[in-house]
């Protein structure tokens, strides 16, 4: 006598939930790896050191401070803005969600420009938000004349742009950031410019931040400060903004170690500046390497190098580079990338496991 409760009906995940395919990115066992654009080293010992003493004072039986009002402190120092302006989260993903949670929805439309880092628009989905994809030039360059198109025809609530742009690595012009700030402003939507990668980059989009500027400009601990384990990333924007996400974010959300974590490492600026030139050198190491071979290589102004090998196809020079124990990153199906791979700068030994392998497959 089962059978009535076997014709129960199952829930069903929310219809466009359910015909997600989820962010997937392979995490093999493998000696080189060189896939998520991490930081080959971990943090400077000094800084694991810190975090020991500062795990043995948490107080864990409470909550931890609600408002993370130390590492906002500390963050604005770093930029020179007041902690007001700053938000914090558990990666800067956690940040754009919130930010989507706040400003988007239903109802509303966030615009990105492809392609470009695809959990932009997967939030925009997740959070129920309407979804405007604007391309990019073939040179994978912004498109001004597209974004003004986009932006003054659909009126998308929130704006993406993400400089240098994962996955291409390419930075774009500063003037070209402020004109599409001027086309938000217009038609009174938010710019969120996804600056991860900001530190590789010789341009800012805080440069063009105020009160009264609709702009949030996003950072992560996960790259530069080599925390990817850590998980956490924050936002600088006006006042107006940050009020905003605190509402939306899950009160406590973020951990007393990830605060400690993120307060502490604060104390190693400088070994991360240092870290961060030699990242800058070695990618010009690579670079030249890559141009030795029968590749297309596209200019880079992040940790990270977009290429399409010539001879081979760009998803059978994955599977061998996978068989030598090099992980790079498949961006060969993604809609304007065909055939290309996406290198992270490593170690000069990984650099060089990695150019070696790829030219014996090309040979
Ligand atoms: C890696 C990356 C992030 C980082 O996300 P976290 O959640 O902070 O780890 C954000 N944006 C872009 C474009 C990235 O490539």
Same mark, same amino acid.
């Given at each position: 006598m089962t059978t009535d409760r076997a014709v129960t009906p199952r829930i069903e995940a929310r219809a466009d939930i359910a015909l997600m395919a989820g962010y997937h990115s392979p995490q093999l066992d493998v000696r080189v790896r060189l896939n998520t654009n991490e930081s080959p080293v971990p943090p400077p010992e000094a800084f694991t050191e810190a975090m020991a003493a500062a795990v043995r004072r948490i107080n864990w039986n409470r909550y931890p401070d609600r408002a993370a009002r130390e590492l906002r402190a500390r963050i604005a120092g770093l930029h020179g803005v007041d902690p007001g302006n700053v938000f914090a989260a558990n990666g800067s993903n956690e940040v754009?969600?919130?930010?989507?949670?706040?400003?988007?929805?239903?109802? +509303?439309a966030a615009a990105t420009f492809e392609p470009t880092y695809a959990l932009h628009s997967h939030l925009a989905r997740v959070t129920g938000t309407a979804l405007v994809q604007g391309r990019r030039r073939d040179d994978l360059g912004l498109d001004l004349d597209e974004a003004a198109?986009?932006?003054? +025809?659909? +009126?998308?609530a929130v704006t993406f742009l993400c400089s240098p742009n994962n996955p291409t690595g390419m930075t774009d012009d500063p003037g070209a950031v402020a004109v599409v700030l001027d086309r938000v402003a217009e038609v009174g939507g938010l710019l969120c410019v996804d600056e991860a990668y900001g530190q590789f980059s010789p341009h800012t989009a805080l440069d063009l931040a105020g009160p009264d500027v609709p702009l949030a400009v996003t950072r992560t601990y996960s790259k530069t400060w080599a925390m990817a384990g850590a998980r956490l990333g924050y936002l600088i924007g006006p006042e107006w903004v940050v009020a905003e996400l605190d509402k939306v974010a899950l009160p406590y959300h973020l951990d007393a170690m990830t605060q400690a974590a993120g307060v502490a490492a604060l104390d190693h600026v400088e070994e991360m500046n240092r870290r961060v030139a030699d990242l800058v050198a070695e990618r010009s190491r690579l670079c030249a390497g890559l141009a030795r071979l029968p590749v297309k290589v596209w200019p880079s102004g992040a940790n990270f190098v977009l290429f399409r090998p010539a001879p081979v196809p760009g998803a059978e020079v994955w599977r061998r580079l996978v068989d030598r124990s090099v992980l790079v990153r498949d961006c060969s199906s993604w809609p304007g990338l065909e055939g290309c791979l996406r290198v992270t700068v490593g170690t000069p030994d990984e650099n060089d496991t990695f150019l070696q392998a790829l030219e014996e497959i090309l040979a």
């Open positions: 754009i969600q919130c930010l989507l949670l706040a400003f988007g929805g239903p109802g +509303r198109v986009v932006i003054g +025809r659909r +009126r998308p």
